[in-house]
């Protein structure tokens, strides 16, 4: 029986992923868990603080992953290889996701929507635009490359993307989808000297 709230954020925010925030009910978290709704409701005051609190879990568990990498791969010298880690973790984290989820965010949890929308931000402000403008003063992007912009037309819409098609997942890889929605537009920008050394994008 799961009655800690770690537990309850685990199993939540796995059945919210997987039916949308709106459709899997207290009801059924409590009736698959073998619990009554009101011990639920010990740890959790309503539904949306539910949603909201499993969903900073799940997050924060995808930035700890990021972390650890670049903890663990400085790559000084290679910061692109670590934004193609980032929406590699992305893409696999979407391609488990029912798009119902989110858009059910967005339409009944405006907390835990802002909570995403604040998650994205800092991925795509905080650690892919430094990391671009880190392979830009190192010559690997081109110095007329406007970074920002690269971050707010290609790197901050990944989901939109993807959702675009419901059967993009079925269709291709995980790695095809990669090439072409992150990796073409990364390639596009380099400079044509590391592109024709040591560039990792053409591995």
Known sequence: MVESRKELLEYAIENFTKFGSKRFSMDELAQ???ISKKTIYK???SKEELVTESL???LGKIRSNVDNY???NPNEDQPLS???????QGLMVLQEMNPSFLYGLD???PKA???YSDFKKDIVWNIVCPLLKKAQKIGQVRADVKVELVCMLFLSRMEDTVYSNSSLF???SIQELLEHIIINNLRGILTLDYLQTCCPLEK
């Open 32 to 34: 698959s868990l073998g």
């Open 43 to 45: 740890h959790f005051g």
């Open 56 to 58: 900073r879990f799940f």
């Open 70 to 72: 670049m903890l663990e």
């Open 82 to 88: 670590t934004i193609i880690f980032i929406y590699k």
């Open 107 to 109: 339409k009944y949890y």
């Open 113 to 115: 929507s802002e909570l």
């Open 170 to 172: 079925d269709e291709y």
